[in-house]
């Protein structure tokens, strides 16, 4: 099931947490310029829902321009490292809690912005999960997904994904930016927008605006 999915991908995280910041620092100009185009995508005054937050790259960056943040993720570790860096950096508007995003305790519709980022080429069930972040974002919000394009990694990012591999890591799904296209067609949900952020392993910033108020 995609509970025992999360479960088994837990290990890795836990253990990575405290080398996941400087390991983001090695595509770092990629990480900085997905995170700026996730917040100038977010609408002002609102509540902000960041899936699979990891260390709190996004949510960081979000909070100051944002009501609230929501920064939930699997790992307690990861978590615990997002918290102190809110705390170094002054922010009290982030809430943080463990949560699976494939079964998130909120109504449809809760969110005018929703965001994961960079965890569905991980995944068995992306689309399950998509579904799911589509389904608390609210009738006229916004849904972000950037993610990886493994598919398109330079030769640095290969060697260290080779690396991660040896500490536990797995990846799923290598997309880049035409099959990431595909994905979203072939669960019909609407892609207003893929943006391209460049770098050593280049982000696809997966864009959805739940337009009509009758859309699930």
């Known amino acids: ?6 479960n088994m991908s837990r290990t890795f995280w836990d253990q990575f947490a405290g080398l996941y910041d ?10 900085q310029g997905m995170a700026a185009g996730v917040v100038r995508r977010l609408p002002e005054d609102t509540d902000f829902l960041e899936c699979a937050a990891g260390t709190g790259e996004i949510s960081l960056a979000a909070a100051p321009f944002v009501r609230r943040v929501v920064c939930p993720d699997l790992s307690l570790p990861m978590l615990d490292r997002a918290r102190k860096k809110a705390a170094k950096q002054g922010l009290s ?9 494939f079964c998130l305790p909120d109504e449809d519709g809760t969110y005018v912005a929703v965001c994961a980022a960079n965890v569905l080429h991980l995944l068995d069930e992306p689309a399950k999960a998509v ?3 589509w ?10 997904l950037p993610t990886f394009l493994m598919g398109e990694a330079g ?27 595909t994905f979203f067609e072939g669960i019909g ?3 207003a927008e893929l943006a391209i952020v460049p770098g050593r392993l280049p982000v696809g910033l997966a864009v959805l605006r739940k337009t009509n108020i009758r859309e699930g």
């Open 189 to 191: 949900l609407p892609l």
């Open 22 to 31: 400087l390991a983001e620092r090695t595509n770092g100009r990629t990480v």
């Open 135 to 144: 389904r608390v974002t609210a009738p006229g919000g916004v849904l972000l």
């Open 131 to 133: 579904t799911e972040l």
């Open 93 to 101: 508007n982030i809430v943080f809690q463990q949560r699976d995003l």
């Open 155 to 181: 030769p640095l990012m290969k060697l260290l994904v080779a690396l991660y591999r040896l500490l536990g890591f797995r990846q799923k799904h290598a997309f880049t930016r035409q099959s990431y296209q």
């Open 1 to 6: 099931t995609a509970s025992f999915i999360c």
